[in-house]
């Protein structure tokens, strides 16, 4: 999870490196098309699963999701320090935990509602609504959260059926696939070097996936939520070391709050799954 912090952060800094000439759409575009490469190996496991309408739809409304979040998200970069938007980032796991109960039946316990409210109370220290001057930026990272959790429940849908890589393949082609349009409205041609800094974002959020995954299978997510929180550590001393950003205490208390929140509600869930299902350690879809 420290190394998945990393690749993260690292994929944070680039897109804020390359700045606001190219479009966020097209920014987005190139690192899926570019990250395609990585989907080399599954190719052959792709071409012999068979889909099901309902999976079709899934896939298309959870690549349709995940496109805006994309362009949200690349947009943000540009706009706002790079430690906003990683504090922000934590908050998707509690736009899931509503969303499940809202459109999946699932339940929400009093201490998973205080937590669902601590969390938003960190966002809006972060946000300072009225404090201060909200940047375009602010919004497109809530936008962004939002639009990922809506991805999430899909995937979750899928992943009794599909196995995970063809889940994570799905996503890719699919995206690249929505982002096109998108992209082609504002084309501005990148340079060589600009192509280059996009295909190494498509291999440090590659390896960050599978950092992620290693961690969920060696350790429970009690374990590994935690540590995630080095993420927004690492991105503070890089936004100020690198790009000049200033160390905003608010970011961190607001950041603080947000994961110890969803440390909880990760806990939560964990106990309720175990009573279910004995010996069963991690969620599936991970």
Known sequence: MAATGINFVAVTAIVKHLGGRIPAAESAFIRFLLGLVFLLPVLGTLRRHEFTRRQLRLFAGRGAAHTLGVMLWFYAMTRITIAEVTAMNYMNPVYVTVGAALLLGEPLPPRRLAAVGAALLGAFIILRPGFRA???????????????????????????????????????????????????????????????????????????????????????????????????????????????EPVDGWVVLGGTIIVGSVTFITWREQRARRRVTPGVHEPKGY
Request: net charge neutral; glycine share 6%; aromatic share 14%.
């Open 134 to 244: 909200l940047d375009p930026g602010h919004f497109a990272m809530i936008g962004t959260a939002i639009f990922f959790a809506a991805g999430y429940l899909q995937a979750k849908r899928l992943s009794d059926d599909v196995p995970a890589s063809v889940v994570v393949a799905m996503l890719s082609i699919t995206v690249t696939i929505g982002l096109g349009p998108f992209a082609l409205a504002v084309w501005v041609w990148p340079t060589p070097v600009e192509v280059a800094w996009l295909f190494a974002v498509a291999a440090f959020a590659t390896t960050a996936h599978y950092c992620m995954t290693r961690a969920f299978a060696a350790a429970p997510l009690t374990v590994t939520q935690p540590v995630t929180f080095l993420q927004l550590v690492w991105a503070m001393i890089l936004g100020a070391a690198v790009f000049g």
